[in-house]
């Protein structure tokens, strides 16, 4: 039989879980709008109108911007996916950590534009590319950290999942910090 103390733990630890089913809908939600904002960021100048092939192939510093980031924004969502299909539940740090981790991946657009904008300026496609990158490094980071803070809470995780099986998942999807400071 079991103390009050530790009743009241078992209690409070199970009070604490929550259905992942929302989160992972929420989840998903946010990714698909970063990434439908990125096309947004897609246009064509009103003056380009008149040549407007050449106008829309002059854009090709858009195109490449939106491909990188929507290809690394697919990647996370692959991550997180596998991450979550992983879990039974999730408790209130793990929805920090993935709020943390939308908060990041919905402002990718914002370096995406800016990356786009300045590749053909010397003197700003350097920080540029630097802020994009270190947008990158945080978020994988926090996928990453996402990822073993799950692996490391066994009652979170769904029945026959161990906590090796989902840092192995981790690491065969998650791009290395060596990357990002390669591209930066």
Same mark, same amino acid.
């Given at each position: 039989m %079991? %103390?009050?103390? +530790? =009743? +009241?733990? !078992? %209690?409070? =630890? @199970? =009070? !604490? %879980?929550f259905d992942t089913g929302r989160t992972d809908a929420f989840s998903d939600g946010v990714f698909a709008i970063a990434i439908t904002l990125l096309v947004l960021e897609l246009s064509v100048p009103e003056e380009s109108l008149d040549e407007l092939l050449q106008g829309i192939l !002059?854009?090709?510093p858009s195109y490449l911007a939106y491909g990188t980031s929507f290809w690394m924004i697919a990647? @996370?969502?692959l991550v997180h996916h596998a991450i979550f299909r992983r879990l039974r539940y999730a408790d209130p740090t793990l929805m920090l950590l993935n709020l943390v981790l939308l908060?990041? @991946?919905?402002?990718?657009p914002y370096p995406t534009r800016l990356m786009a904008e300045a590749i053909e300026s010397a003197g700003a496609e350097r920080v540029a590319v630097i802020f994009y990158g270190a947008t990158l490094l945080v978020i994988s980071v926090v996928v990453t950290s996402l990822g073993h803070y799950a692996a490391g809470r066994g009652a979170l995780l769904a029945e026959g999942v161990s906590a090796s099986e989902l840092q192995a998942g981790i690491a065969r999807l998650q791009p290395s910090v060596a990357f990002y400071a390669r591209c930066s």
């Amino acid at each position: 039989m %079991r %103390r009050n103390g +530790s =009743e +009241s733990t !078992d %209690r409070h =630890e @199970v =009070e !604490d %879980r929550f259905d992942t089913g929302r989160t992972d809908a929420f989840s998903d939600g946010v990714f698909a709008i970063a990434i439908t904002l990125l096309v947004l960021e897609l246009s064509v100048p009103e003056e380009s109108l008149d040549e407007l092939l050449q106008g829309i192939l !002059d854009q090709w510093p858009s195109y490449l911007a939106y491909g990188t980031s929507f290809w690394m924004i697919a990647g @996370v969502w692959l991550v997180h996916h596998a991450i979550f299909r992983r879990l039974r539940y999730a408790d209130p740090t793990l929805m920090l950590l993935n709020l943390v981790l939308l908060m990041a @991946v919905s402002f990718l657009p914002y370096p995406t534009r800016l990356m786009a904008e300045a590749i053909e300026s010397a003197g700003a496609e350097r920080v540029a590319v630097i802020f994009y990158g270190a947008t990158l490094l945080v978020i994988s980071v926090v996928v990453t950290s996402l990822g073993h803070y799950a692996a490391g809470r066994g009652a979170l995780l769904a029945e026959g999942v161990s906590a090796s099986e989902l840092q192995a998942g981790i690491a065969r999807l998650q791009p290395s910090v060596a990357f990002y400071a390669r591209c930066s």
